[in-house]
Structures are given as structure tokens and as C-alpha cells.
């Protein structure tokens, strides 16, 4: 149902939804709609089209639901837009406008991580921190390129994106395909500079390639 809204022009809040992915992620938990005659909201990305659906995007409950999702959410979510490559292009900031949350939302207790900046590649950076565990990144990583650099560990709030033994990526087999950077839809992956490059992290003499 989510991709049959987006592609009539019908917004629904999402952040780890991947059009190709064979089965919904379905961890943001902010595509939430209400369809008639059920008992309550359920996600859009999980719910298969049906002839003669009724189905309210806007309603009470659901924005209800996605607010609090996008608000827990921001919580442990280190907000500093100014100094983030993301600014104005990050989807969490277009989100807090579709959906009336202050981008330094105070409902919630803020509790941030500390993990260490991976800057071992030549061409990117990444940020656990300001990872929000949509699995973007994973899944391109794995289903589409057949790498399986990326991959989720431990559990709870400590749960992260990481690589194997949690080596920095420079050490971890990663061809540098720019594809985790491009579908990242925060500051979480990000280029170093502004000239996309192609290279091999564990190469030291890697020559970059401009696309």
C-alpha cells in the first residue's frame, strides 16, 4: 500500500521503506494509516492493496502513532543540523515538517550514543550516532550488491550498524560502491567532500575515480 500512495502523489511518512526489498523492513514504524473497518492504524508498508479499501492517511490515531515513533526517535538522535553534511536534504528534517515535530523535540528524555566516527574510507565518513537502523544501507549492501559489509548488532538501544568483529569499513571488504552513501536518509553516511569518488578502502594508494 505504500508505494501505490507514493506513486499517486500521496505522502505517508517513511524512513526505511526499499521499493525492491522482497519483504517490508518495517522498523520505523512511521508509515502508519487507518482503513475502515479495522480496529485500529496498521502500517502502510506491510498492508497489501485490496479492491474497495478506504483508506485515511491523515487520521488522528495513525499521525498520532508517527508522531511519537518520529519523536522517540529524535530522542536518541544527536540533533545538529546545523554542522551536518545533511542539512536541508536530510529526511528526518522533512518529516518533522510533514508531521508538526520540532526537530528538537523535548517530549522524551534525550539519550544519545557515543560510539566512535568511522573515517577510514577515503571517500566517506560514517556516523553511528546519527544512524536511525532503517537498513538501507544493509540491504543494498547485501541483497542488491552481494557484498554483506554492513549488518545489525546487539539488541535494545545499544542496537547498531556496524561490520564484522565491528572493524572500521577501510578493513572490512568494502568496494566503495557509494550506494550505502547515496540511500542513507540522514548524516549518518555522507561523503567526505562534495566530489563523488570510487575506491577501494583498503587500498592506501587508491586512486579516486570522479562519477
Known sequence: MLW????????IPNLCAIRKAAEPFAGCRLCFVEIEGRNGPVTSCTEPVAEGMVVNTQGA????????ALELLLASHPVDCS???KNRS?????????????????????????????????????????????SRCVWVCRERFG???????????DRVVTTFEDKPIAESGCHVCDECIEVCPVGALVFKDSEKGSATCADKKTKITTR
Open 147 to 157: 557484498v554483506g559489509v554492513l549488518g545489525f548488532a546487539h539488541r535494545g538501544f
Open 90 to 134: 536530510c529526511e528526518l528534517q522533512k518529516l518533522c515538517s510533514f508531521l508538526g515535530v520540532k526537530i528538537d523535540s523535548k517530549r522524551f528524555r534525550k539519550l544519545v550514543h557515543h560510539w566512535p566516527i568511522d573515517t577510514s574510507c577515503p571517500t566517506f565518513t560514517y556516523d553511528p550516532n546519527k544512524c536511525v537502523l532503517c
Open 61 to 68: 490515531k495513525a499521525k498520532r502513532l508517527a508522531r511519537t
Open 4 to 11: 501505490a500512495a507514493l506513486d499517486n502523489g500521496i505522502f
Open 83 to 85: 554542522h551536518c553534511a
